[in-house]
């Protein structure tokens, strides 16, 4: 089984939809988790950190659900600018630790 | 402005060169970390440092080698033992003892002729 997978995609939605991405992981002593967007041959850049209580940030609501090892990523109101793939980071308690990116799920936003 | 730069951005090597992509950071970051990414695939772990002087195998380590001798620099060698060298290669960094963000440099596309 992978450390991290993610739903294989890709997500074609037309603008306004909502969507919502899945990923699991394998390592229950894993303490942090974040999403980050990847734009077509570009870096990675960090959306947003998931926390134990949920977070939200504008459009966009993060959920971790430790019992299941499962983390989420809504996001409300889709724009074209939205486009990317959407990745999955684990991580251990410090950044010490090996970090760990899910395969990722492209999102195509459709005017 | 702090950041992480990486270097070369594109590369052309023949097939049996062995090729050193240099990756700095002026951030002061403790952890530093080199991934690769294939075309359609996610980022694999290459290898990956704590401190000065210290680093660890990630997922992929073969045919690639890395040294640490100051805080600031990771450059990764892509050695003629690596059967498919072709892809895009990312540094990041990370500041250590607390959970946090990584930083990436915009990565280094080599292609093998």
């Known amino acids: 089984r992978k450390e991290v997978e993610q739903d294989p995609g890709p997500f074609n939605v037309p603008e306004g939809a909502t969507v919502a991405f899945n990923c699991t992981y394998s390592?229950?002593?894993?303490?942090?988790f974040f999403w980050y967007r990847q734009d077509c041959r570009k870096e990675p850049k960090l959306l947003m950190s998931?926390?134990?209580s949920g977070n939200e940030d504008g459009r966009f609501t993060a959920q971790l659900n430790r019992a299941s090892q499962y983390i989420s990523l809504l996001i409300r109101d889709s724009k074209l600018s939205d486009s990317a793939t959407y990745l999955c980071?684990?991580?251990?308690?410090?950044?010490?630790?090996?970090?760990?990116f899910g395969p990722g799920t492209s999102l195509s936003v459709i005017p | 402005d702090g950041g992480i730069t990486q270097s070369p951005k594109y590369l052309f090597r023949k097939e049996g060169q062995n090729v050193t992509l240099s990756c700095e950071q002026n951030?002061?970051?403790?952890?530093m970390y080199w991934y690769r990414q294939d075309p359609g695939q996610g980022l694999r772990l290459i290898y990956y440092?704590?401190?000065?002087?210290?680093?660890q195998k990630g997922d992929i380590a073969e045919g690639y080698s890395v040294s640490r001798e100051k805080k600031e620099s990771f450059p990764l060698t892509v050695t003629s033992a690596q059967k498919n060298p072709t892809a895009f290669y990312l540094c990041?960094?990370?500041?250590?003892?607390?959970?946090?963000?990584?930083?990436f440099g915009e990565g280094s596309r080599l292609t093998v002729l």
């Open positions: 980071v684990v991580n251990g308690k410090t950044s010490y630790d090996k970090v760990i």
């Open positions: 390592n229950s002593a894993s303490q942090s």
């Open positions: 998931v926390y134990s």
């Open positions: 951030l002061n970051h403790d952890a």
């Open positions: 440092s704590q401190i000065v002087n210290d680093f």
């Open positions: 990041a960094s990370a500041p250590g003892g607390a959970t946090g963000e990584l930083f």
